[in-house]
């Protein structure tokens, strides 16, 4: 499988081509890097016949790559001058970064003829003398970055870097070039700067790190330097002002094989721009937001007759616009390139022209476009059409995307624009028919906003596609109905989406080893989805809600073609009890990873799984291991010596009751040795366990308790007590919102002289539900339009609650004696714990009186990770009504309103 540069954050440093030039380069500075690493780790100290500065830490080495170098490491250590700097004349490696050195002068290094590594990094060098570097004639890396040499004192001496016939690697950025430049045009938009013709005599220079000028240009002394393959002027290495790229700025620079001209602050180039450059194979141009993708569709016209192999486009778009679409002119001159890889991350792309991946050549096998605002386009249609593509990410935001209204979805993909362009494409003989696959509109509702849902039931992917990511991208269909064509697909990833599983099978995954449908809050699992996954190997459902159906799938039907089955991953699911044959027909499970549950009870059947090796059930409330599964994990133990349990963050008890399964979890050799993040419960107190010893302590103290013929005693009589208290916690715990529903009405109906009214008859005829932080909206605006324009009763507590009642009871008297209970549901509610308490009463009383009380207004939006599961679920399967934010909206909202709360 092919590896890939993923710069899926903002590049620090520049990718890499596979050329053996670069890889000289790559070899020097991870050799320089080293140097640094293995200062304090030398082996053998310097020659005793040799003097070292008493500043510096001097070694011989000869293990690094296996060279032989004698390496001086003065880095750090205030040192202002090198002029009285004493060193062994045969060092090879001089590191001096992290200093305040100002001035380099002629001597400093004339004694160190062997020089091949010199590091002045990150000094105060401002004063450069012209034979500083004279005779260094084997120094094959220098570093002066982040210092202060400016331009204009490179011009001054054009020797400076006469003798450096062996230098390959040359690091100036960080000077603030763009300060020094010689050239001051009164036009700089149109003017070329030209860097000065100091750099020809390095006929061996591969690299070069350089700030970015103003209209960069690179002089005709640059021709000459047949190796210098890589420039890097990013402005994430130093500053990179470059503005504009002209015709002539890398006219010289033949050679380049690597550019990285990110975040430069550039606003234009010339068509011409690259074409100079026909080595060219990766180009990184990142990070310049004012460039756009049209102005950068221009440059590309110099790369048709060039290598390029790597596009580097990150952010190229300014934050947040309001409508980036890639269009066909953007891509027409990659047609003529053999690109292999793409990135467009971070660029806010909410469409693709129809007719764009058309364009964009048979030779690209990695897209990256991440962080976007897509949604469903015509540009689905051409997928197929990219037929050398092996990896495609695509991710969304993690915050709302407005997705388009259904009039507009209905417009793009009507047959008449489906047929205009059909026969556009059959005009130009390449043989395009219509749309093939089927589409439809739902309306579907989820925590953000109500959208239309568009369907597709049949999509083509790319025929050598392996791996697709496709996060955050809010689609919310029935992923079964959505049946894909990729027979090479092996890894898909839509983990963070809105999809739901409730129903159908996936077709079209026969291939897939991995699969990843984490984090889509998805309620019900069809017992078929994976009827035809025949071949995974690695399924991934944590952070969803699947409760319910992993409890009730005793018989093992949701797995039961998931032979190959390797790693199976439910954490954050909510489970409270797995249990039964589950697991059935996983033989070749490896891991099971079940933590971050509720689970109380682990009970399923694990003997048939042979290839067990790690069992993850960290972070749950297991108690204590029924001894049916410590027998069967001992059995398993015997096949699979490595199997692992891993029980941390679990409320263990320490008791005598629960002795033997932690006398199990020490002896059975599945728990590990540092027993990081175990505890036990002891008098309802932590006792943290840091190892094995600390826990073979913890038991003898319990053998000792438990086996005094009064302590058994007392245990045996605790232990009652105490499992009756827990059922009576648990079932208070269980149905306390039904306990205290209870309680108050029957405290009120003992107060009252009748019994509760019936639907005929009510005091009020709605009780608002409302955080204080929302009052306004209701003493002011549901108060005028339903009381004094509608006649409409109210109950709002600040005014009708009675005075020195308990809350409680004011509340559920306020219930019972209304006909409706209108929720004002905001963040504001949910942060509220007697909003929360109302929400919970009104659902009790209309379980207890069978009548539909309940009306909820959706006040402001508020993001699904905010809103409790049982509140959720609530807005799942039933109405509500949102609060419009335009005026001319709002007089409809309140009559519905109105009308729903009016008795008929």
């Not at 141009?285 to 486009?313: C, D, E, P, R």
């Not at 269909?477 to 963070?496: C, G, K, N, W, Y």
């Not at 679920?873 to 109405?879: F, I």
Request: charged content about 20%; hydrophobic content about 35%; aromatic content about 10%.
């Amino acid at each position: 499988m092919e590896s890939y540069l993923h710069p899926t954050t903002r590049p620090r440093a520049w990718a890499l081509t596979q050329d053996s030039t670069t890889m000289n380069t790559i070899f020097l500075l991870v050799f320089t890097l080293a140097l640094k690493a293995t200062s304090t780790m030398s082996n053998n100290e310097v020659d005793e016949n040799e003097s070292c500065d008493r500043r510096c830490h001097c070694w011989h080495d000869n293990n690094n790559y296996g060279r032989d170098m004698n390496i001086a490491n003065c880095s750090g250590r205030n040192i202002s001058s090198l002029q009285h700097l004493i060193l062994p004349t045969n060092t090879n490696v001089i590191l001096l970064e992290c200093n305040n050195v100002s001035k380099l002068g002629n001597d400093d290094f004339t004694p160190y003829h062997n020089l091949t590594h010199l590091d002045l990094g990150t000094n105060e060098i401002s004063i450069v003398e012209e034979r500083v570097f004279g005779q260094l004639y084997q120094l094959v890396f220098l570093n002066l970055e982040t210092n202060h040499i400016a331009l204009h004192v490179l011009c001054q001496i054009p020797q400076l870097f006469q003798d450096l016939v062996s230098l390959k690697i040359l690091k100036l950025n960080g000077n603030s070039f763009g300060n020094g430049s010689t050239s001051v045009h009164s036009d700089k938009k149109k003017t070329p700067n030209m860097y000065p013709d100091v750099f020809h005599w390095l006929v061996s220079l591969e690299t070069l790190f350089i700030d970015g000028i103003t209209n960069a240009t690179f002089g005709l002394g640059f021709s000459n330097l047949t190796k210098f393959t890589s420039l890097i002027m990013s402005g994430d290495n130093g500053q990179c002002t470059i503005g504009n790229l002209h015709n002539t700025s890398f006219e010289h620079v033949q050679y380049l094989t690597y550019l990285d001209i990110s975040n430069c602050s550039i606003t234009d180039i010339e068509a011409d721009t690259f074409s100079h450059m026909p080595n060219i194979q990766t180009l990184n141009i990142s990070y310049n937001m004012h460039l756009g993708f049209t102005k950068l569709g221009q440059a590309l016209y110099g790369l048709q007759s060039s290598n390029i192999s790597v596009l580097v486009a990150n952010r190229i778009a300014q934050m947040n616009p309001k409508c980036v679409v890639i269009k066909q002119e953007d891509v027409q001159y990659l047609n003529n390139t053999s690109l292999i890889r793409l990135y467009v991350d971070d660029n806010s792309i909410m469409n693709i022209e129809r007719g764009v991946l058309r364009l964009l050549p048979n030779t690209l096998s990695f897209i990256s476009a991440q962080r976007h605002k897509l949604g469903y386009g015509a540009y689905f249609q051409e997928l197929k059409y990219l037929t050398g593509l092996k990896y495609l990410h695509l991710s969304g935001v993690s915050y709302h995307i407005d997705v388009p209204i259904r009039d507009m979805l209905e417009v793009q993909f009507s047959d008449d624009v489906i047929g205009d362009t059909a026969d556009m494409y059959n005009s130009n003989g390449n043989g395009i028919h219509p749309m093939s696959w089927v589409y439809e509109i739902r309306p579907y509702i989820y925590p953000y906003t109500t959208t239309p849902n568009l369907v597709l039931t049949n999509l083509t992917l790319p025929p050598n596609l392996i791996k697709v990511h496709s996060n955050f991208t809010q689609l919310t269909s029935t992923l079964a109905s959505i049946r894909i064509q990729a027979e090479s697909l092996q890894h898909v990833d839509l983990s963070s989406n809105f999809f739901q599983f409730y129903d159908g099978s996936l077709t079209g995954y026969d291939n897939v080893t991995f699969l990843d449908l984490s984090n889509n809050l998805a309620r019900w699992l069809s017992p078929d989805l994976f009827q035809h996954c025949v071949s995974l190997e690695v399924l991934n459902l944590s952070y969803n809600f699947f409760k319910w159906d992993i409890y009730n799938d005793t018989g093992g039907k949701i797995f039961r073609n998931l032979f190959r089955l390797k790693q199976l991953h439910l954490a954050s699911n909510g489970l409270e009890q797995v249990r039964g044959m589950v697991f059935r027909n996983l033989t070749s499970l490896e891991i099971l990873n079940l933590s971050n549950n509720l689970l109380y009870n682990f009970s399923p059947e694990l003997g048939h799984l042979k290839k067990l090796k790690q069992i993850d059930c960290s972070n749950n409330q297991i108690h204590w291991l029924m001894s049916d599964v410590r027998r069967q994990i001992n059995a398993l133990k015997l096949v699979s010596p490595n199997l692992t349990l891993n029980l941390s963050r679990n409320p263990l008890r320490c008791s005598c009751g629960n002795l033997e399964t932690l006398s199990w979890l020490l002896d059975s050799g599945v728990t590990r040795d540092d027993m990081y993040g175990y505890y036990c419960l002891q008098n309802d107190r932590k006792r943290y366990i840091k190892n094995k010893d600390e826990f073979q302590d913890l038991i003898s103290e319990l053998e000792n308790k438990c086996f005094s013929a009064l302590d058994v005693s007392l245990g045996a009589s605790a232990g009652i007590l105490f499992f009756f208290c827990v059922v009576i916690v648990g079932l208070v715990r269980r149905y306390r919102w039904k306990l205290r529903y209870l309680f108050y009405s029957a405290r009120l109906k003992y107060k009252s002289d009748h019994n509760t009214p019936d639907d005929g008859y009510f005091m009020h005829d709605a009780f608002v539900s409302y955080a204080d932080e929302d009052r306004a909206f209701v003493v002011n605006d549901m108060r005028c339009h339903m009381e004094v324009n509608d006649g409409i009763n109210l109950n709002i507590h600040q005014r009708d609650f009675m005075p020195g009642e308990p809350i409680a009871s004011n509340i559920i008297g306020a219930i019972k004696n209304s006909r409706r209970t209108v929720v004002v549901l905001s963040q504001n509610f949910l942060n509220s714990y007697w909003c929360t308490y109302e929400l919970r009463m009104a659902q009790m009383e209309s379980i207890s009186s069978g009548r539909d009380i309940l009306i909820i207004i959706m006040f402001e939006p508020v993001p699904a990770k905010n809103i409790p599961p049982e509140i959720l679920k609530l807005l799942h399967t039933d109405s509500y009504i949102a609060y419009p934010s335009d005026e001319e909206d709002r007089e409809e909202f309140w009559r519905c309103l109105c009308q729903s709360v009016r008795p008929q």
